[in-house]
């Protein structure tokens, strides 16, 4: 393999060359967009990171189906849910195995203290592995009110394990097919706590998945190989490389040249080339993702929703469609998806009117406003091109005489700083869906449990949280689709977004890839996935 981006990337293409030496061994090498933030995923919320980690090194008690919003069994064959909706009592499959890498040889199995340890460390502030990174947050975890929603959890047995809650939680096993449920080895933690290396759990994973980590070349490729003892069976490939590329026309440079087999981002304005290349395929599908500018709603002035309002109706939303996503997706007026239950198609979105939004503006108060706008560095499947979006909405504050600085930081930083409450002006991000629950959207991107850390508006509003607490409990999804509903209407009135787009989701690929499944949730999952020889 052959790298044409500098001296690095030859380096690193002879690493990648004397990985896949082996006589007849199957090197699948996916074009990655960023680096992972870490490897432990409980500790992170991004997409690229769980990539990296949840989706093919470890597994969690269930399973989503691949390709499908299916839950399945994971590492737990079965489990039981008590009449009252408060005991979720799992069954642990016999015989899963840890990795067994150069730096650790588990000597058992899978069992019930793995499965404590991987939640009570994000539940118990006084667990060793609570804070052993700086700053480590829970943020999924405390997003989802976790801490509030399971009272203990219980060791029955060595292979069973049972979750009391403080009240039902209609979402509760979805949830547990989520990234920050991966299931950790508690015998590789206590091994480091002893070293005094506990930091190393999130350099050097060790999981149950179908791909076991070799190495990390920062910011330029990840190798993993085939777990031999996975217990679903081996994945067909033997080799998994994550070359890190965070330029999308480098991406397709390398698709094209047969140095990577997957770009999972493709710029909008190549598809029909790709489509009608020798040797490329292009898989598509509508996603389960929104794209939204989120003001930081503690800061004046836009802790005023009516100043909100006015942005939001000053953004040409239809030009953004037409100039990042080039016709693929379509405008956003929600905080959910239309893919998703419960979607609220009676909401009327903001209309397009800047001279309405600039008299609202001074009928606040609120002259010679200068705010900042966030522009993400990486392409997501919710945001092509984030700095040409942050570039349409300037001209288009602009207009009605708001004076916008577009400002952006390396990936991990950018997601790390606009978690800050007292972060200035608003940020562009988005977010696929995690379990197929319109939970996952209202409470984890803007519920009060989250501000601080997903929820990026820092918007924690009483009538909307009481609505979207009480559909967790209610077990009837139609009853539940009303309350969302409710909650979406409460959400446009006091709009702590501009709600720009949901998009389609497009992979560019070489036509010698067999079986890859577009993941609902966003996700790239190599296991299942084959190279025609």
């Known amino acids: 393999m052959k790298f ?64 499908t919003t299916n839950v399945v069994p994971g590492v737990a064959e079965s489990w039981d849910v008590s ?54 947050s829970w943020e999924y975890f405390n997003g989802m009110s976790m801490p509030d929603l399971i009272e203990s959890i219980e060791k029955v047995d060595d292979m069973t394990v049972k979750f009391n809650l403080t009240r039902p939680e209609a979402p509760m096993i979805a949830n547990l097919a989520m990234d920050f449920a991966s299931i950790q080895s508690k015998e590789y933690a206590d091994q480091l706590a002893e070293a ?18 070799v190495a990390y070349q920062p910011d330029a490729v990840i190798r993993y190989q085939a777990n031999p003892d996975y217990w679903a069976g081996k994945a067909p490939i033997d080799n998994l490389v994550f070359a890190i590329t965070p330029d999308q026309a480098v991406r397709l440079q ?6 990577c087999h997957l770009d999972p981002y493709p710029n909008p304005a190549d598809l029909s080339d790709i489509e009608s290349s020798d040797g490329l395929t292009l898989k598509s599908q509508e996603g389960l993702n929104v794209g939204y500018l989120a003001y930081n709603t503690k800061v004046e002035p836009f802790d005023n929703p009516k100043v909100r309002k006015a942005l ?8 953004i469609l037409d100039v990042v996503f080039q016709g693929s997706g379509k405008v956003a007026k929600a905080p959910i998806p239309p893919t998703i239950w419960s979607y609220n198609d009676e909401l009327e979105d903001d209309p397009y009117d800047p001279d309405a939004a600039k008299k609202m503006l001074e009928e606040e108060g609120v002259t010679d406003l200068s705010m900042k706008v966030w522009a993400m ?20 504050f602009e207009n009605i005489g708001v004076d916008t600085e577009i400002v952006s930081y390396e990936w991990g930083e950018y997601l790390e700083r606009s978690k800050a409450e007292d972060r200035d002006g608003a940020v562009l991000l988005g977010w696929t869906g995690d379990n197929g629950d319109p939970d996952n ?8 449990d989250a501000v601080g850390g997903s929820n990026r508006a820092q918007w924690c509003y009483e009538p909307f949280e009481e609505i979207i607490q009480k559909a967790k409990v209610v077990s009837d999804q139609e009853q539940r689709a009303e309350l969302y ?11 702590p977004w501009a709600t720009i787009a949901h998009s389609v989701v497009n992979k560019a690929m070489s036509d010698q890839v067999e079986d890859f499944k577009i993941d609902p949730f966003g996700g790239h999952i190599f296991y299942g996935v084959d190279l025609k020889q």
């Open 441 to 448: 959207f209202l409470a984890v991107l803007l519920g009060c």
């Open 83 to 136: 009449e009252d909706g408060t005991e979720y009592t799992f069954h642990l499959r016999p015989g899963v195995k840890f990795h067994s890498t150069d730096y650790f040889t588990p000597t058992r199995d899978l069992n019930a203290d793995d499965v404590i340890f991987s939640f009570e460390r994000q539940l118990d502030p006084e667990n060793p592995y609570n804070q052993y990174v700086e700053g480590a």
């Open 312 to 319: 939001n109706m000053a953004i040409n939303k239809q030009a």
């Open 485 to 495: 509903k409710e909650a979406q209407v409460i959400f446009k009135e006091q709009a």
């Open 4 to 67: 044409c981006d500098g001296l690095k990337a030859t380096a690193v293409a002879a690493g990648l060359l004397a990985f896949a030496g082996t006589a007849h061994a199957t090197t699948f090498v996916y074009c990655s967009e960023g680096s992972p933030e870490g490897f432990d995923p409980a500790l992170y919320t991004s997409g690229t990171t769980f990539d990296a980690t949840s989706r093919n090194v470890f597994n969690k008690l269930v399973e989503f189906e691949r390709g």
């Open 196 to 213: 005094g290396n506990v930091q190393q759990l999130n350099q050097k994973p060790v999981g149950t998945g179908p791909f076991q980590f």
């Open 254 to 259: 390398k698709l094209r040249a047969g140095e």
């Open 377 to 396: 560095p990486v392409q997501r499947p919710y945001n092509p091109n984030a700095r040409r979006m942050a570039e349409l909405i300037q001209a288009d």
